[in-house]
């Protein structure tokens, strides 16, 4: 997890919190009847974003401060995915919206550059690829000739943003 403060801060430490609710879904996974879950409604923010980083696959969890303060001249590592299909359309009626789409954007903070080797999945070269590969793998296992005309690009760029507030 990386906790953002004025300098992010990497912790490898599982939050109090998370084993006991994670204990409960595993509980819960095994109800036949129980098709849902809850967390209480005191469930610490802490503790909620490490769920929802486990529970989306994702390899780090980026937890805000708790007091929301606004964070100045942060310098951020900006992601996208898109998608792109069609390479079979002739180029004189396709347009670029025809032809790729952004499905999903995120940042992190460029301190998290010194936290972490070169060869760590955190870095932003390593989560590029990783992205690209986990994506592609994904749609080329599908059972569908479309698979052969899809493929998935992860866009990287770094950007000082004026403000952020959580």
Not at 22 to 35: I, T, Y
Request: glycine share 2%.
């Amino acid at each position: 997890m990386i906790l953002l403060t004025c300098v992010a801060q990497a912790s490898y430490d599982v939050p109090a919190g998370l084993v006991p609710i994670l204990q409960e879904l595993s509980n819960a996974s095994r109800e036949e009847q129980r098709v849902s879950y809850t967390l209480p409604d005191d469930t610490a923010f802490v503790d909620i974003v490490p769920l929802a980083a486990i529970l989306l696959d994702y390899r780090i969890a980026y937890i805000p401060p708790f007091k929301a303060q606004p964070l100045t001249n942060l310098s951020l590592e900006f992601h996208q995915a898109i998608v792109h299909w069609g390479n079979d359309m002739p180029a004189a009626t396709a347009t670029v919206s025809e032809q790729e789409h952004v499905f999903f954007r995120f940042s992190s903070p460029t301190d998290l550059r010194a936290l972490v080797p070169v060869n760590h999945p955190a870095a932003p070269a390593k989560v590029v690829a990783g992205l690209e590969v986990m994506f592609n793998e994904r749609l080329h296992s599908l059972d569908n000739p479309i698979r052969n005309d899809i493929r998935i690009t992860i866009q990287h760029e770094q950007r000082v943003v004026d403000q952020m507030v959580f």
